[in-house]
Each structure stands twice: as structure tokens, then as C-alpha cells.
């Protein structure tokens, strides 16, 4: 039986870049070429912008981050009354 017909194995998180009904943004000012924000922010919190007190990115730390540094800057970036909201 393949893992989609069972489900998600144990321990599985997933973070969704945005909201059913919202739409997933990019923008050309992040990174060298530019990408996907949500994308972005996950990147920039792996590479330590995420870190809790102790040093490390958990699971925890990097969806608040990502979900925060996205519902912030995509207003800003984007403009127009944009909205993103990772979960």
C-alpha cells in the first residue's frame, strides 16, 4: 500500500504557503533572481533566522517565523490589499 493511501506517515508537518482562498506570492526583489515569498522565508530561517534560544531551528520556530515574515512583508511587496497567510 503506498504511503498516499494510508495517509501521512507518523511525525509528518506540512506548512502550506497560504490559506485556501489566498494565493501564494512572488516577488522579484527577494533572492538573486527573485522567488516565491513564502519560499524565501523558508530558506532565511533554515539558514538561522529562525533560531530559538538555544541555537537551534525546530519545527516550531521555523513555521512561526515563515508565517510571520510572510503575513508581514507580502502587504508590503506586493501592495493592493495582498494578503498570504502560511498554515
Not at 519560499?39 to 532565511?44: G, I, N, P, R, S
Amino acid at each position: 500500500m503506498s504511503i498516499a493511501c494510508r495517509g501521512l506517515p507518523h511525525g509528518t508537518a506540512v506548512l502550506f504557503s497560504c490559506k485556501s482562498g489566498e494565493r501564494a506570492f512572488e516577488s522579484a526583489k527577494l533572492g538573486k533572481k527573485g522567488h516565491g515569498i513564502f519560499f524565501h522565508y523558508v530558506l532565511e530561517g533554515l539558514r538561522g533566522k529562525a533560531k530559538n534560544e538555544h541555537g537551534e531551528v525546530t519545527w516550531a520556530r521555523l513555521a512561526e517565523f515563515v508565517t510571520e515574515k510572510v503575513s508581514e512583508e507580502v502587504p508590503t511587496l506586493i501592495g493592493e490589499g495582498a494578503k498570504q497567510t502560511p498554515e
